[in-house]
């Protein structure tokens, strides 16, 4: 006999709908700090929101980051992955069913097509790869996928010879380390960095202090220092099961003296030795179709091996 599912309901997010959706993301699968509210809407000014929630029995089950662009919604332009975020209670025939109301909520708006850029599976807590068997099912097409790098640190990894030799010679060097929670000198050396490759950081040095003060537990500023003078910094998201860096930056000194190697082994053999994974970030450029070797390999150095960041496009 079939089992009956009960069926879920989509809405908008509104304002006063802020402490379900935290609440919702803090027991969810595949959810965390990039997904509260808190984060999402740091930079809501530049994003006409079009976020959903669904539920069942009038409680939350799932939430579903978004915004709206002319006749286009994506999950979330604003968000490195998003998705359908949800919790044990949505399975997969009514993860189908919530995917059929989305589909009418925003026809209904006169949207034509949806860009979703589906949690990379490092980060779910719990399985939760219903949502990319919905979009298979829909018909919606990968269209971009962008490779990451990440450290599986529960299992056995290891430094190449010249990254461990790197890390040897700034011990010698009298390099210390610490956590700040004064973003200044970490985002003058990274725009200088991020400068010479004609680029900028996502992220003003205002908006990082304001990330800052709201997730003070969860964005890390580490350190490396001697005499004073700021060598490297590392920006990293401690996201729980992942810690993620966000940005890497080091001076011409401190590239000379190791002093980024230095500090990277003693977040993954240290402070967050205790993790899952420790994400780098993507190595790709122009959508995923340029592969930065350079920067890629620089990671795998370090032990870390490939994560695919996938976006489909779900016409509707």
């Given amino acids: 006999m079939a089992m009956v599912v009960a069926m879920c309901s989509v809405r908008p997010y509104t304002a006063a709908d802020v402490n379900a959706w935290d609440a919702l993301v803090g027991r969810s699968r595949n959810g965390n700090l990039l997904h509260r509210r808190g984060y999402m809407d740091y930079h809501a000014d530049r994003f006409v929101d079009q976020s959903l929630i669904v539920e069942r029995h009038g409680e939350p089950v799932a939430v579903f980051p978004a915004n709206i662009r002319d006749n286009v919604v994506t999950s979330h332009g604003g968000l490195t992955y998003a998705g359908l975020v949800t919790t044990q209670a949505l399975r997969a ?30 980060f779910h807590t719990y399985p939760a790869e219903e949502d990319l068997y919905a979009l298979h099912r829909l018909g919606a097409q990968l269209k971009r996928r962008d490779l990451s790098s990440a450290i599986a640190l529960r299992e056995t990894f290891h430094f190449t010879q010249g990254r461990q030799r790197a890390v040897n010679k700034a011990r010698k060097a009298g390099i210390g380390l610490h956590t ?6 970490f985002h003058a050396l990274l725009s200088e960095v991020l400068r010479k490759h004609d680029t900028r950081p996502t992220h003003s040095l205002a908006e990082l202090r304001l990330l ?15 005499d004073g003078a700021l060598l490297a910094g590392v920006l990293v998201y401690d996201l729980g099961k992942v810690a993620h860096t966000q940005y890497m930056a080091v001076s011409e000194e401190g590239r000379h003296l190791g002093a980024l190697s230095l500090l990277l082994a003693e977040l993954i053999g240290g402070v967050y030795a205790n993790r899952a994974y420790f994400s780098f970030g993507i190595s790709t450029e122009q959508e995923g179709r340029v592969l930065n070797g350079g920067l890629v390999t620089q990671k795998e150095y370090f032990g870390a091996r490939a994560v695919v960041h996938d976006f489909y496009e779900w016409l509707l």
Avoid: N
């Fill in 93 to 122: 025939e009514s993860t189908l069913g919530v995917f059929e109301q989305i589909a009418s909520h925003y026809r209904a708006l006169g949207v034509e097509r949806v860009i979703y850029k589906a949690v990379p599976h490092i």
């Fill in 180 to 185: 700040s929670t004064d973003s200044a000198d």
């Fill in 212 to 226: 800052q003060s709201r997730f003070p537990q969860h964005l890390v500023l580490h350190e490396a220092r001697r």
